[in-house]
């Protein structure tokens, strides 16, 4: 399966010309043979890769192999985290004269590689070894940074190679968290079109529906993905590869990340909760059923004529200080959130987009419908699943709003009358 990368930036409906930087995606069996050529074809002759022990051994090892036993920086798997101390590691360790990376692994590996590509100025060529994010091809680094979730300005892949003989062995418990990420679209798509419709922010509709195709796709292909079947597992890889190139089509995360997201960004940060060892897209599943569950009752009291708006009362300043403040991230907290996205929105103007609002969230399935979907995915359906406890969900569902800039129904419901202890 090969993307037409240039069919993406194209004059869209939308009005935009997208922009999308990697030039070449190549899905499917053997594919990894055709790295050397595209290396030559580039014009690169000193290529390093960047492991980990368990992805040296599923791909890295070959690809060395491949580019005439090229060096290589394994990282130790075991607590690796795309943070600062994982970039530095990597910085100290890069040879002199090395002019292409090559990451070989899953979304920790590539959000790290693609961060000291960028700081270093060097392309890099990516290598998935399982349909675990939708990061491979983002222009972001997803960073937890001094222990602050944040997006750091990166640059895509120039060439995505992912060999379905090698990714679609991976463990199951990755491709569950590939599963959970995409089907995390839902709220994701949900919430862009509702700021559309609140404030005007630019939508696209034709990403919103290849979007929506592929999660499709996906769930009909659902039983043969997690029992291994190669060319099932090739759609995920594609709607994973297809949610990264909507990213860069926009110019950033609104396509591929919601309230979903906050939520695993915020348990991330381990403000309200302790560590805990689940995959990103392990948690997004959770925060997606969660945020479905409030969505959808929102629906029902907008149908009922029961929802009421009341004044909205600023920043909960208070709640920051009490929460982010204890590890320092206060400050981070007021900035991401100045200017409050919530400030200039009329309270009857969201009056008059609740019908509009009801109907958007009328496309999320119901929540049971995605929990029998990520049960299927043998992903994980609660707090309690990724090792957490279920007393924290009203206060995520309160406070995961904040961690990014950006309007979501999830924000917006702090204009409503709810008591969020009974979402």
């Not at 707090?383 to 995961?400: F, K, N, V």
């Amino acid at each position: 399966m090969q993307i037409p990368v240039h069919e993406f930036s194209k004059e869209c409906p939308c009005g935009h010309k997208h922009a999308v930087d990697v030039r070449d995606i190549r899905i499917g069996r053997g594919v990894l043979s055709a790295i050397p050529s595209l290396v030559k074809e580039g014009g690169f002759r000193s290529p390093l890769v960047i492991c980990d022990e368990n992805t040296y051994a599923a791909a890295g090892g070959q690809v060395c192999s491949l580019l005439d036993g090229c060096p290589f920086i394994r990282l130790r798997p075991d607590g690796l985290h795309a943070d600062e101390h994982a970039v530095e590691q990597v910085l100290r360790a890069l040879p002199a004269g090395i002019d292409l990376l090559v990451a070989v692994g899953s979304g920790t590996v590539h959000d790290i590689t693609r961060y000291c590509a960028n700081e270093r100025g060097l392309p890099f060529f990516s290598v998935p070894t399982a349909a675990s994010v939708d990061g491979f091809v983002s222009t972001v680094a997803a960073m937890t940074w001094h222990g602050f979730k944040k997006s750091f300005i990166a640059i895509a892949p120039l060439y995505v190679v992912a060999d379905s003989v090698i990714f679609s062995k991976a463990p199951a418990r990755l491709t569950a968290a590939g599963i959970g990420d995409l089907l995390g679209k839902y709220t994701a798509i949900a919430d862009w079109r509702i700021a559309h419709a609140v404030t005007g922010e630019y939508l696209c509709d034709r990403i919103c529906a290849m979007e929506l195709e592929a999660i499709r796709t996906v769930c009909e292909n659902l039983d043969a993905i997690r029992a291994g079947d190669a060319e099932a597992s090739e759609q995920l890889m594609y709607g994973l590869l297809l949610s990264g190139l909507a990213m860069q089509m926009i110019g950033n995360s609104r396509p591929a990340s919601g309230s979903e997201h906050h939520m695993s960004h915020l348990w991330e940060m381990e403000v309200i909760n302790p560590h805990t060892g689940a995959y990103h897209g392990e948690k997004v599943g959770v925060g997606l059923l969660y945020a479905a569950a409030a969505y959808h009752q929102v629906r029902s009291r907008i149908l009922e004529g029961t929802l009421s708006l009341k004044d909205y009362s600023g920043l909960e300043t208070a709640l920051f200080e009490e929460t982010f403040g204890k590890r320092g991230m206060c400050e981070e907290v007021l900035r991401e959130n100045t200017p409050d996205p919530l400030a200039a929105i009329p309270p009857e103007k969201l009056r008059e987009c609740l019908p509009q609002i009801a109907d958007i969230l009328g496309e999320i399935p119901e929540p049971e419908a995605l929990r029998s979907l990520l049960a299927r995915a043998g992903a994980p359906l609660s707090l309690t699943d990724i090792g957490l406890t279920e007393d924290i969900r009203p206060l995520t569902l309160r406070l995961s709003p904040y961690v990014r800039s950006r309007l979501t129904l999830m924000r917006l419901m702090k204009c409503f009358d709810l008591d969020m202890n009974s979402l």
